[in-house]
Each structure stands twice: as structure tokens, then as C-alpha cells.
């Protein structure tokens, strides 16, 4: 996995035995080489590269899955053959469920993935979804029901990455599972202390606890009409980004501090997800927080505070740490494709029926 936030590549290995038991046996963060980040940040945010370029990328990427896989696999003396089938991800280069023809694209070979690791591979875990009149996105709640879904309490599940996602998981098994994008995470966050600081994150928001939140520059990011928009709906980095706040931050006849910049960013954030549970899923008793965003204290506390009805905590009381949710939930949704089960929840993502996810890359030791 590989989320928005470009922070590096997991990989969990799990043992998926039945619908009922998932267990993790290691996982681990693999950084991308410097060149390539560079790289990858410059495609998304340009959002243009040539065909050439394009298909070097997937290759390279691809090649890089294959190797952290080899190696992850040597380091715990599990041999190619234990592994059932690999779920990659992969990076997203570009999510546009509404457009007039709509798709999510996804680089990071899976050919190349099967053939370096003979292992089987499945990948393309979106865009079966969109066909079938889905936003593709997001796709991590099915798990999350799957692994953190309660018959005695409703819960909120929060994915804080580059993009920050909820599921709501009611605990009447008639209710509906709703799951949606919610807006920005890190990925704002993230790209301001890039540039301003040269520091790849705001480690636990200390930056942002400095500066002084700016009321005006707050409202005008909430007006956005994306966080007004009813769900089913998902987003990424080719919205929220540094041209994104460039239109926010135009208004100002003066420049504003970019620390106090990063203090509203982490403010948007926490209110957006706030906001969002309580308009939502009013009546749960506890949120759980798992991605990136977990680690960010200055944003864990705010969020706490902006709920004080309900328990604040990470998965890890679950018992699935949260830096490892996401790739456990694409071994999961692997499995649910080498079984031919469907993958999709359609009131989360506004499909018109559940769909088999991914497409199934054979190897050399299984087909």
C-alpha cells in the first residue's frame, strides 16, 4: 500500500484462514528511493507527465513493490510459495470517479510485481467499482467493518493519510454501513511544512501548535463545497493541494504567517472529521483512529476535544496497530477476490450492486 501521503510503502504480511480470522504477522515501511518521490510528488502535482514517462513510472514502481516484497519476505524466512497471493495498491496517480468517463489510476506494475516475486498478484481494485456506477473510493471500510464492526456499540473509524476517510459502523446489523472521504488529512499539511520548512511532516503538529489559527482563512477552506457534498463521495490529491490553498490563501491582501497557516490546516482537518461524525454518525460511542494521522498528537488531542461525546482512540485497542490497517485491509480485499467474493460496500461507495474487486495477475507457482 501506498497512500496520498507518499510517506513510503507498507507491507503487511497476513493470515487471512476463513471470513472470521486475520491475523498479522509482520508488516513493515519500506522508504521510497529519493529520486522517485521527487518524481512522484512533481506528476501529481503538475497532474501531467508524458506517455513515456508515465509508463517508466509504473515499471520503476512496480520493479520497487517486487524488491520490498523479496526482502521483506527473506527477513522472516517466509518462502515465495507460503504466500497464497499478493494485494497491491499501488500509488494513485489521478482518482476522478465523476467525470464523464470516469476512472482511477493506479500505477505500480502488476505484471512485473508477479513475475519478480512469482507470486500471484491482484491489483486494479477500483475501477470495477466505478464501472458499476461507484465512486472506486473508498474501498478500506468493508474491512474495517470486517475487522472493528461491534454488536453491543456503534463506531466511527477514522483513516487519517494524505486524505482522511470515515466509516461508520452502526451496530443495528439493518442500519446501513456509510463510508466517504472526508477531506484533507495530511496531505496539506504535509506539502506546507514541505515547503516552508523542507521537512517531509509535522512531526506530532508541533509546528502547527505554535501558530496561531487564523478564523477568516478557516471559514473560507470550510466554504469549499466539497465538504457540503452529500456522500457517497471521495477525493485525493489532484483537489486538495498546494494550488488548492494557493486560491485560499489569494484572498489576503496580506501575507499570513505560514505558521499560522499550518495551524488552520490542522484545524481544517480536525473540524471537517468532526463535523462529519456528528452530522453522520451522531451515535457513536466511540472513533477509532488508525493512518499517518494517528501520530500526530497536536491533531489527536484537537479532535478529542471537538468529540467530547465519544471515546477518542486508535485501532491498536482492536488489536491491528493503526500504521497497518490499510495494508491489511488489500490483503484482505485480495482475498475476498481469489475467493470470488465481492469487495465493494455499495452505500459506502454508490455502486449499484456488490462487485469482485481487482484483476488476478497469475505467477509461475500459482495460477
Same mark, same amino acid.
Given at each position: 500500500?501506498?497512500?496520498?501521503?507518499?510517506?513510503?510503502?507498507?507491507?503487511?504480511?497476513?493470515?487471512?484462514?476463513?471470513?472470521?480470522?486475520?491475523?498479522?504477522?509482520?508488516?513493515?515501511?519500506?522508504?521510497?528511493?529519493?529520486?522517485?518521490?521527487?518524481?512522484?510528488?512533481?506528476?501529481?502535482?503538475?497532474?501531467?507527465?508524458?506517455?513515456?514517462?508515465?509508463?517508466?513510472?509504473?515499471?520503476?514502481?512496480?520493479?520497487?513493490?517486487?524488491?520490498?516484497?523479496?526482502?521483506?519476505?527473506?527477513?522472516?524466512?517466509?518462502?515465495?510459495?507460503?504466500?497464497?497471493?499478493?494485494?497491491?495498491?499501488?500509488?494513485?496517480?489521478?482518482?476522478?470517479?465523476?467525470?464523464?468517463?470516469?476512472?482511477?489510476?493506479?500505477?505500480?506494475?502488476?505484471?512485473?510485481?508477479?513475475?519478480? #516475486?512469482?507470486?500471484?498478484?491482484? +491489483?486494479?481494485?477500483?475501477?470495477? *467499482? =466505478?464501472?458499476?456506477?461507484?465512486?472506486?473510493?473508498?474501498? !478500506?471500510?468493508?474491512?474495517?467493518?470486517?475487522?472493528?464492526?461491534?454488536?453491543?456499540?456503534?463506531?466511527?473509524?477514522?483513516?487519517?493519510?494524505?486524505?482522511?476517510?470515515?466509516?461508520?459502523?452502526?451496530?443495528?446489523?439493518?442500519?446501513?454501513?456509510?463510508?466517504?472521504?472526508?477531506?484533507?488529512?495530511?496531505?496539506?499539511?504535509?506539502?506546507?511544512?514541505?515547503?516552508?520548512?523542507?521537512?517531509?511532516?509535522?512531526?506530532?503538529?508541533?509546528?502547527?501548535?505554535?501558530?496561531?489559527?487564523?478564523?477568516?482563512?478557516?471559514?473560507?477552506?470550510?466554504?469549499?463545497?466539497?465538504?457540503?457534498?452529500?456522500?457517497?463521495?471521495?477525493?485525493?490529491?489532484?483537489?486538495?493541494?498546494?494550488?488548492?490553498?494557493?486560491?485560499?490563501?489569494?484572498?489576503?491582501?496580506?501575507?499570513?504567517?505560514?505558521?499560522?497557516?499550518?495551524? #488552520?490546516?490542522?484545524?481544517?482537518? +480536525?473540524?471537517?472529521?468532526?463535523? *462529519? =461524525?456528528?452530522?453522520?454518525?451522531?451515535?457513536?460511542?466511540? !472513533?477509532?483512529?488508525?493512518?499517518?494521522?494517528?501520530?500526530?498528537?497536536?491533531?489527536?488531542?484537537?479532535?478529542?476535544?471537538?468529540?467530547?461525546?465519544?471515546?477518542?482512540?486508535?485501532?491498536?485497542?482492536?488489536?491491528?496497530?493503526?500504521?497497518?490497517?490499510?495494508?491489511?485491509?488489500?490483503?484482505?480485499?485480495?482475498?475476498?477476490?481469489?475467493?470470488?467474493?465481492?469487495?465493494?460496500?455499495?452505500?459506502?461507495?454508490?455502486?449499484?450492486?456488490?462487485?469482485?474487486?481487482?484483476?488476478?495477475?497469475?505467477?509461475?507457482?500459482?495460477?
Amino acid at each position: 500500500m501506498s497512500g496520498t501521503s507518499l510517506d513510503g510503502i507498507d507491507i503487511a504480511i497476513v493470515d487471512i484462514t476463513d471470513d472470521n480470522a486475520c491475523q498479522l504477522i509482520t508488516a513493515k515501511t519500506f522508504a521510497f528511493p529519493e529520486h522517485l518521490l521527487e518524481t512522484l510528488h512533481h506528476v501529481i502535482s503538475e497532474q501531467h507527465c508524458s506517455f513515456e514517462q508515465l509508463g517508466s513510472l509504473n515499471i520503476e514502481l512496480g520493479q520497487l513493490i517486487a524488491q520490498y516484497i523479496n526482502t521483506l519476505l527473506q527477513e522472516t524466512t517466509l518462502s515465495a510459495g507460503t504466500i497464497s497471493a499478493i494485494g497491491c495498491h499501488g500509488h494513485t496517480l489521478f482518482h476522478s470517479p465523476d467525470s464523464q468517463y470516469p476512472f482511477s489510476m493506479q500505477i505500480g506494475d502488476a505484471h512485473t510485481i508477479a513475475e519478480l #516475486t512469482t507470486i500471484r498478484t491482484i +491489483a486494479d481494485f477500483r475501477q470495477r *467499482d =466505478i464501472a458499476s456506477s461507484g465512486q472506486g473510493a473508498p474501498l !478500506v471500510p468493508a474491512f474495517h467493518a470486517y475487522a472493528f464492526s461491534s454488536q453491543t456499540e456503534s463506531r466511527a473509524v477514522i483513516n487519517i493519510g494524505g486524505i482522511s476517510n470515515i466509516s461508520y459502523l452502526p451496530s443495528n446489523n439493518n442500519e446501513a454501513i456509510i463510508g466517504f472521504d472526508s477531506g484533507p488529512g495530511n496531505t496539506l499539511l504535509d506539502a506546507w511544512i514541505k515547503q516552508h520548512q523542507n521537512r517531509s511532516y509535522d512531526e506530532d503538529g508541533q509546528w502547527a501548535a505554535q501558530g496561531q489559527v487564523n478564523m477568516e482563512l478557516l471559514e473560507q477552506c470550510l466554504n469549499d463545497p466539497y465538504f457540503a457534498q452529500a456522500v457517497p463521495k471521495s477525493t485525493g490529491r489532484e483537489y486538495f493541494n498546494l494550488s488548492w490553498l494557493d486560491k485560499q490563501l489569494s484572498i489576503f491582501e496580506h501575507t499570513l504567517s505560514a505558521q499560522d497557516v499550518q495551524a #488552520t490546516l490542522l484545524h481544517l482537518t +480536525a473540524q471537517v472529521i468532526a463535523k *462529519d =461524525i456528528q452530522y453522520h454518525c451522531p451515535t457513536v460511542s466511540s !472513533v477509532f483512529i488508525c493512518g499517518g494521522g494517528s501520530h500526530n498528537k497536536t491533531l489527536f488531542n484537537l479532535l478529542a476535544s471537538l468529540l467530547p461525546e465519544q471515546i477518542v482512540t486508535t485501532t491498536e485497542v482492536l488489536g491491528i496497530h493503526p500504521d497497518w490497517v490499510e495494508a491489511c485491509a488489500f490483503a484482505w480485499l485480495a482475498y475476498r477476490t481469489s475467493n470470488n467474493k465481492p469487495g465493494n460496500i455499495p452505500s459506502v461507495t454508490g455502486a449499484s450492486h456488490p462487485v469482485v474487486l481487482g484483476a488476478i495477475y497469475s505467477s509461475s507457482n500459482n495460477s
